[in-house]
T-cell receptor
Framework: RKEVEQDPGPFNVPEGATVAFNCTYS??????FFWYRQDCRKEPKLLMS???SGNEDGRFTAQLNRASQYISLLIRDSKLSDSATYLC?????????????FGTGTLLAVQP | SQTIHQWPATLVQPVGSPLSLECTVE??????LYWYRQAAGRGLQLLFY??????ISSEVPQNLSASRPQDRQFILSSKKLLLSDSGFYLC????????????FGQGTRLTVV
């Protein structure tokens, strides 16, 4: 079983739609969580961190459920510029360990 | 401000040739350093990470190796490349605390022919 799993998509949605991405992780010792965005042939960039209380940044909302080991990202009012791959990231750290594990990514294509 | 440099941007190498990719970080001390590989259309696979000079953790058995000769320098090497080593190699760094986001270099696109 992969440490971090995502639905690879693609998700094809019209402009203005709401889309949700899910991610599960297998290691309950995971301590911090992030969503990254990766444009084609570019390096990933941080979209937002994910906190247990949930957090929102404009049209983006991230949530974490530690009991279910599940992370989500909701994008409201999708824009063409949201088209990209969205990567779920889990960090295990402590002592000599600091592993940053990426999911396989979910491809989003927003259509005009 | 902190920056990360990774080079070269593109590399075409024959099978069996050696490889050396270098990554350096500026503007911070004692970062955690990472090497990832991304095959075409796939996710990022963690290859190596390092929490300090000379401390290298390997995630996937393969013909690659990593070294950290200086605090802010991380090198990915191979003695003999395989076709399957082709991919997009990304170096990243984070602060020591686990809540830090990762900052990536611009990546090296390696094609083994």
């Amino acid at each position: 079983r992969k440490e971090v799993e995502q639905d690879p998509g693609p998700f094809n949605v019209p402009e203005g739609a709401t889309v949700a991405f899910n991610c599960t992780y297998s290691n309950s010792a995971s301590q911090s969580f992030f969503w990254y965005r990766q444009d084609c042939r570019k390096e990933p960039k941080l979209l937002m961190s994910v906190y247990s209380s949930g957090n929102e940044d404009g049209r983006f909302t991230a949530q974490l459920n530690r009991a279910s080991q599940y992370i989500s990202l909701l994008i409201r009012d999708s824009k063409l510029s949201d088209s990209a791959t969205y990567l779920c990231v889990v960090n295990y750290y402590g002592g000599a360990t600091n592993k940053l594990i990426f999911g396989t990514g979910t491809l989003l294509a927003v259509q005009p | 401000s902190q920056t990360i440099h990774q080079w070269p941007a593109t590399l075409v190498q024959p099978v069996g040739s050696p490889l050396s990719l270098e990554c350096t970080v500026e503007g911070t001390s004692n970062p955690n350093l990472y090497w990832y590989r991304q095959a075409a259309g796939r996710g990022l696979q963690l290859l190596f990470y390092s929490v300090g000079i000379g401390q290298i953790s390997s995630e996937v058995p393969q013909n690659l190796s990593a070294s950290r000769p200086q605090d802010r320098q991380f090198i990915l090497s191979s003695k003999k490349l395989l076709l399957s080593d082709s991919g997009f190699y990304l170096c990243a760094w984070t602060l020591l605390n686990g809540d830090s986001e990762a900052f990536f270099g611009q990546g090296t696109r390696l094609t083994v022919v």
